[in-house]
């Protein structure tokens, strides 16, 4: 899952970071509204964090100019304004959510869980494909009722493969979702996290096409 954090106050914004990179997502965290702007038309993100207050571009403009583009990501919006008609003004603008700031990480990061839920179309917090069950919130992986230990690249690939069962996903596609811009990837490395699930869970749970990429079954 990859998250767009747009955020000026360095504090904030690196603690947000930091704390979504060990929730296993990959973070771009950008500190004004016009790159935030740009950043949404080049990439794909599956949810947003917004801070309403930005240089050169309002958190409020930018939504509204995604909304009317027709950006689908979910949006939390984060602020320091907790007058009641910003909050409402941002909910009508098209945010799917809010956090008035001082916020508690933990709370944050469940919000996320449950905008990334709603937009899968789910309301169960685990996700499940035959006897294999993820839960992204205590991070369990349970296969057969016996639990799979994971890193977090690898947790986070499963859970790219499970949330879209029976869609291939390319390298670079895998890629994406997984980094952030600022880390680097080196070659073969989604290769090695493929081969690591393939053996933890069973090669049948991960399929290869050839010159496509990889796929999880939904029948499996
Ligand atoms: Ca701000």
Known sequence: MRVLVVEDDVMIGAAVR??????????????????????LIDEAYDLIVLDLGLPR??????????????????????????ALADRVGALDAGADDYLVKPFDLDE???????????????????????????????HDVMLDNRRIHLTMREFSLLRILMEHPDRPFSRA??????????????SNVIEYYISAL???????????????????PGNS
Do not use: F
């Open 57 to 82: 571009k309002d958190g409020m403009e930018l939504l509204g100019q995604m909304r009317k583009h027709g950006h689908p990501a979910p949006v939390l919006i984060i602020t320091a304004r907790d």
């Open 18 to 39: 930091q704390w979504l990179q060990r929730e296993s997502y990959a973070v771009d965290w950008i500190r004004d509204g016009m790159r935030a702007a740009s950043a």
């Open 173 to 186: 596609e895998l890629e994406r979702r997984m980094y952030g811009w600022d880390e680097d990837v080196t």
């Open 108 to 138: 944050l990061a469940a919000r996320l869980r449950a905008l990334a839920r709603r937009r899968g179309g789910r309301s169960e917090p685990a996700i499940e494909i035959g006897q294999l069950c993820m839960n992204p919130a205590t």
């Open 198 to 216: 393939r053996r933890k869970l069973g090669p049948r749970w991960v399929r290869n096409l050839r010159g496509v990429g990889w796929l999880m």
